[in-house]
């Protein structure tokens, strides 16, 4: 009995010393996750707005909006179904692949940036909207931080960044730095390329604009370690590769 109760008493101690880390793995996985799921998603947008032909979006709820889970984080997937006698119609795509929890729990979209990205776009992620995009959200009563991307039925659209998280909900693009956690989910339109790749440190910014490059990786990236000259190069040469 003696012998028992000490083995168990072991593997409570492993068990408490264990718990931390692995709860804290499976928090930084549903962020992983998440931006996979999304990613997934807008690539499924891209291959039903070309198998239908018409003209798709995916935006976030508005303020006061639920989305088609019940809550206000889920992706909203829409559709101009009669371009003709009805341009600027939306309606809400019902199919089981718009439906589900891209967003795992306590993940959210930060902000969604249109076009491609530079260095100033990235320096000041805040102000990265052009007048027209404003102009355009503002038009329709969507929140700045959050305006639609519009696929084209050839599946061509706009660039796009999707910055999720999991920090506090409180915050907003205006906190946004090195020390806000977060996956982009980058979207090139006119090819229909997408990758996932954490936020780019001012140091590396720093040296896109020493060397004259465009801050583009075509390429999952997340590690934590700052790029090297060396590093951006051989990215680069991936990236292209057939």
């Not at 804290?24 to 549903?30: C, P, S, T």
């Amino acid at each position: 009995m003696l012998e028992v109760m000490l083995v168990i008493a072991i593997l409570g101690l492993i068990a408490a010393l264990a718990a931390p880390n692995l709860l804290g793995e499976i928090q930084r996985r549903r962020l992983y996750t998440s931006a996979l799921q999304m990613r997934s998603l807008l690539e499924l947008v891209r291959y039903n707005a070309q198998f239908d032909g018409k003209r798709y979006r995916i935006r976030f709820p508005k303020e006061n909006e639920l989305d088609p889970m019940g809550g206000d984080r889920q992706p909203i997937i829409e559709r101009e179904d009669d371009p003709l006698e009805a341009p600027d119609e939306w309606n809400p795509v019902v199919a089981p692949w718009t439906y589900g929890h891209t967003l795992l729990e306590g993940v959210w979209c930060i902000q969604v940036r249109l076009g491609r990205p530079t260095l100033e776009s990235l320096r000041n992620p805040e102000e990265s909207m052009t007048v027209a995009d404003k102009l355009e959200a503002a038009f329709e009563d969507f929140e700045p931080d959050y305006p639609p991307l519009y696929v084209e039925p050839d599946g061509t659209s706009d660039w796009a960044t999707f910055a999720l998280t999991q920090a506090d909900r409180d915050l907003t693009a205006e906190d946004l730095d090195d020390s806000v956690v977060r996956i982009e989910v980058i979207v090139e339109g006119p090819t229909g390329m997408i990758w996932l790749q954490r936020p780019l440190y001012e140091e590396e910014l720093d040296l896109f604009e020493e060397n004259g490059w465009p801050p583009v990786l075509r390429k999952d990236f997340f590690d934590p370690d700052p790029l090297t000259e060396d590093d951006v190069l051989e990215l680069t040469e991936e990236s292209i590769q057939p």
